[in-house]
């Protein structure tokens, strides 16, 4: 399961700064392109799912993710495969009937705190925003522990669209 907050950020090079006064630790920095593809006799934007290829600096991965489950995060069923070849894997998707919908480029800067990913995402034409992720099993205390840092870092909002979806809608 994959249990995550987002919202949009408009400094976030400051929230770099205030999650370092906190104490957290740089993870990694990564270059992502995910290639999302629709289902040949589903409708993933009414099932709330999704299929994503995801190439991140050298590594590929497929991943499903499931509908959301929860109101106020992002809980949800996700299921990752690493793959070797980004090309074939989706040769081999579009054989089976997959067609890809949109490919969605980030950087994203990772720092650890407290149990929680901090991924500051910055998507040219969408905007900046950071995801806060649980890295745990107990899923009521990674939801109130990202409650707890989103309030004590006075982050607003909560948006739950993925960014698949954000972009979707403003084509």
């Given at each position: 399961?994959?249990l995550e907050?987002?919202v949009?950020?408009?400094?976030?090079a400051?929230?770099?700064?205030?999650?370092?006064d906190m104490?957290?630790?740089?993870v990694?920095?990564?270059?992502?392109?995910?290639l999302y593809?629709?289902?040949?006799?589903?409708?993933?934007?009414?099932t709330?799912e999704?299929?994503?290829l995801?190439r991140?600096?050298e590594?590929?991965f497929?991943?499903?993710?499931?509908?959301?489950?929860?109101?106020?995060?992002?809980l949800?069923e996700?299921?990752?495969l690493g793959?070797d070849?980004?090309?074939?894997?989706?040769?081999?998707?579009?054989?089976l009937?997959f067609?890809?919908?949109?490919?969605?480029a980030?950087q994203r800067?990772v720092?650890g705190?407290q149990?929680?990913?901090?991924?500051?995402?910055?998507?040219?034409?969408?905007g900046?925003?950071?995801?806060?992720?649980?890295?745990?099993?107990?899923?009521?205390?990674?939801k109130?522990?990202i409650m707890?840092?989103k309030?004590?870092?006075?982050?607003?909002?909560n948006?739950?669209?993925?960014y698949?979806?954000?972009?979707?809608?403003?084509?």
């Open positions: 399961m994959e907050v987002k949009p950020c408009e400094d976030l400051d929230l770099e700064r205030r999650l370092r104490g957290a630790s740089h990694q920095d990564l270059d992502q392109v995910d593809f629709s289902h040949p006799g589903r409708d993933f934007g009414s709330d999704a299929l994503r995801r991140e600096n590594r590929t497929i991943t499903y993710k499931g509908p959301k489950l929860d109101k106020d995060t992002k949800r996700e299921i990752e793959v070849d980004l090309d074939r894997m989706s040769l081999i998707l579009d054989r009937g067609r890809p919908v949109i490919r969605i980030k800067t720092y705190l149990g929680i990913h901090f991924c500051l995402d910055r998507l040219p034409g969408l900046d925003f950071v995801e806060m992720e649980w890295q745990g099993d107990d899923l009521e205390a990674g109130k522990k707890e840092l309030e004590k870092l006075k982050l607003v909002g948006e739950r669209r993925s698949l979806e954000l972009l979707m809608e403003k084509r």
